[in-house]
């Protein structure tokens, strides 16, 4: 049978399991509030029982922790990591077209339509007043406000590209970054996981942050291989293989958004070109969103000069002695476009009669009426017509980012509930944790005192009585 001492071996192996549990209570209760922190429990089980010879049944030998396991669930990470992807590529949608918003700045007393509509009054005037210089010299500052808020708008637009361009470049760096340093992570996991034993559970918690934060960028998929490395593909592309990382670099060479991933492109599956997450929606409001913001300025803006500048080249100016054919407008869209050298420096020369009698107004009438006619989207629209269904779309689509950015910020918070469920640290949960593994420590230590009495009697007493 065992030894005399069997039983305080037992005792002791009881104590340093507890005392190993209670360790792991206190850093999770440590760690409550720190950010990806994932709630590990010590695991025990009983240790090898010994058999004895010419006796029945086995003694058991006591206890072992023999895992600290971590309490996390991959399906709810995968799940959280791809909502992760949605919500950023729809946030970066709303805050881009909440922006273009306030650039178009409608409905408003300072939006374009109300500036569009101030120049049409300033005509409407000259022909009620064909001689008058005031109001000659105030349709040209009409026009000239005209052209400067088209063009302001435009460029607005247009740095907000350039501007885009500048984060996603940003965001690769820091894809890059991330991706190095879950490299780096991978690395150190391996090397701790080859040791019997141990588990580098706080390091997989820096690394799953890491992860969770590329995700945010871009939409990725991650896989853990059986020497807890993680790796990761954009699209058909390997970012992270183990402990190396591929560099990434993002392109727009032909005038296409290209992002590179050690030298080869990545496609997304299904949907060529949509990266997901922050950098895929500000992308798709660069390259796709914008330019037809752009594009139904640069209409507006063109038709505005071309059917003015038709009728106006009709016309007599203030004073003509002959005919001579000018242009209110110059430029031939939302960029260019301006008031023509002839007008803004003489307003007299605004052709608003069209004989070049005294009194007449005809031409700065018909020029003021242009906002009547059905001059766009295939002579079916007015330009505030035109206008107001640019922005229009432009606030449903702010509407259905709002939407999907709600509906996202919904599912996250409901995955993140479950996540927390299985991962987080419950203070409540872990003290009643502590007073069972401390009651447990007192009762091994208790068994060891109990042997060691029993020890004590036998070695002080044994063979004394009688002497």
């Known amino acids: ?45 009983a240790t090898q029982s010994q058999s004895v010879p010419g006796q029945a049944g086995q003694f058991g030998s006591g206890v072992t922790v023999y895992e600290i396991q971590r309490m996390r669930d991959v399906f709810l990470d995968d799940q959280m990591r791809s909502e992760q992807a949605s919500y950023g590529k729809f946030n970066a949608l709303k805050k881009g077209l909440d922006e273009i918003q306030t650039f178009f700045n409608e409905p408003s007393d300072l939006g374009l339509g109300s500036v569009m509509d101030k120049f049409w009054a300033s005509l409407q005037d000259v022909a009620n007043n064909p001689e008058s210089d005031g109001f000659r010299r105030t349709a040209v500052q009409a026009g000239e406000a005209l052209a400067e808020a088209f063009r302001h708008t435009r460029k607005q637009l247009a740095d907000l590209q350039l501007s885009i361009t500048t984060t996603v470049r ?14 780096k992570a991978n690395s150190q996991i391996s090397e701790i996981g080859t040791i019997p034993g141990e588990q580098p559970n706080d390091l997989k918690d820096k690394r799953d942050l890491l992860i969770d934060r590329l995700a945010g960028l871009v ?3 991650a896989t853990a291989d059986t020497t807890s490395s993680v790796s990761i593909t954009i ?21 296409e958004p290209h992002l590179l991933v050690g030298g080869a492109e990545v496609i997304t599956p299904g949907s060529p070109g949509d990266l997901g997450g922050e950098s895929g929606g500000l992308l798709n409001l660069r390259d796709s969103i914008l330019p037809a913001y752009c594009g139904d300025l640069d209409t ?45 420096s003489d307003p007299s020369k605004l052709a608003a009669s069209r004989n070049g009698l005294q009194g007449d107004g005809s031409v700065a009438l018909q020029m003021a009426r242009v906002k009547e006619n059905l001059v766009m989207r295939g002579a079916t629209a007015t330009f505030s017509d035109f206008l107001r269904g640019v922005v229009g779309r432009l606030g449903v689509q702010a509407q259905e980012a709002q939407r999907f950015v709600e509906n996202e910020t919904l599912l996250i918070k409901q ?24 009651h447990a420590y007192t009762a091994c230590a208790r068994i060891i005192t109990a042997f060691d009495e029993a020890l004590s009697t036998l070695i002080e007493r044994t063979g004394v009585v009688g002497r």
């Open 1 to 45: 049978m065992p030894g005399s001492f069997f039983g305080i071996e037992i005792g002791l192996r009881g104590l340093r399991a507890h005392q190993q549990a209670l360790d792991v209570v206190a850093h999770n209760v440590a760690n409550a509030s720190a950010p990806g922190y994932t709630r590990q429990e010590a695991r025990m089980q």
């Open 170 to 183: 940003e965001q690769v760096s820091e894809m890059n970054l991330l991706a190095q340093q879950i490299a």
């Open 219 to 221: 939409k990725i998929n």
């Open 235 to 255: 699209g058909n592309v390997m970012l992270v293989a183990g402990a190396s990382a591929k560099e990434a670099v993002f392109s727009d060479a032909g005038g």
């Open 300 to 344: 507006l803006a063109e038709k505005i000069v071309s059917e003015t500048n038709a009728l106006h080249r009709a016309g007599w100016g203030l004073g003509d002695a002959v005919h001579v054919e000018r242009d209110f407008f110059s430029g031939t869209d939302a960029r260019t476009i301006s008031v023509s050298a002839a007008l803004s």
């Open 415 to 438: 995955i993140e509930n479950h996540r927390q469920d299985v991962q987080g640290v419950s203070i409540d949960e872990e003290m009643s944790n502590m007073v069972r593994f401390q």
